[in-house]
């Protein structure tokens, strides 16, 4: 099975900075990758998929990069709707997906 | 507007069934796959299951191979998941989502229901 490293598990910033959360995946998956943004009590958002498309409605603030083995969710500049925990998600093939253990973004 | 309606959540003893239904509404159903994610209290998001849009295709996270089920009914809407010999770490909300696009590898789960909580103890 193809493992999936998330980091930091927790990122503490402040409103206007720059914030980048890294996915490491143990063997290629091309551009197989998902983020979303989940808030407490509510169901997980779709931000980005195929690993750099901006989900319809997501502010531009939110990009991803990578692909192959290594990914990146940046926010250009936090705001305070943005303090969440974010996953992000694999697709293993076969109808079959994998998340990563998330990072949850705290204000400073 | 796309609406996901979970219900059929509960508190069920170690080793009991449960069956969770999702009424999908404003798309067309059957032309999507959809899946079951849970999120145990605290924890992250776990895959459970996905289902082909006509049904033909289905898989299981290995957490669950052997005791859940998938399906749909078309006719109705309606996305299901039989779970059996539930385990107290089985215990999570449980979300039905709609896979973006039938190209699985380049989609993610675009709508989410609000959720069923599944609760598993004596």
Known sequence: DIQMTQSPSTLSASVGDRVTITCRASQSISSWLAWYQQKPGKAPKLLIYKASTLESGVPSRFSGSGSGTEFTLTISSLQPDDFATYYCQQYNGYLTWTFGLGTKVEIK | ?122
């Not at chain 2, 039989?82 to 709508?111: H, P």
């Open chain 2, 1 to 122: 507007e796309v609406q996901l309606l979970e219900s059929g959540g509960g508190l069920v003893q170690p080793g009991g069934s449960l069956r969770l239904s999702c009424a999908a509404s404003g798309f067309t159903f059957s032309s999507y796959a959809m899946t079951w994610v849970r999120q145990a209290p605290g924890k992250g998001l776990e895959w459970v299951s996905t289902i082909s849009g006509i049904g033909g295709s289905t898989n299981y996270a290995d957490s669950v191979k052997g005791r859940f089920t998938i399906s749909r009914d078309n006719s109705k809407n309606t996305l299901y998941l039989q779970m059996n010999s539930l385990r107290a770490e089985d215990t999570a909300i449980y979300y039905c989502a709609k896979v973006q696009t039938y190209y699985y590898d380049s989609s993610g789960f675009d709508y989410w229901g609000q959720g069923t909580l599944v609760t598993v103890s004596s």
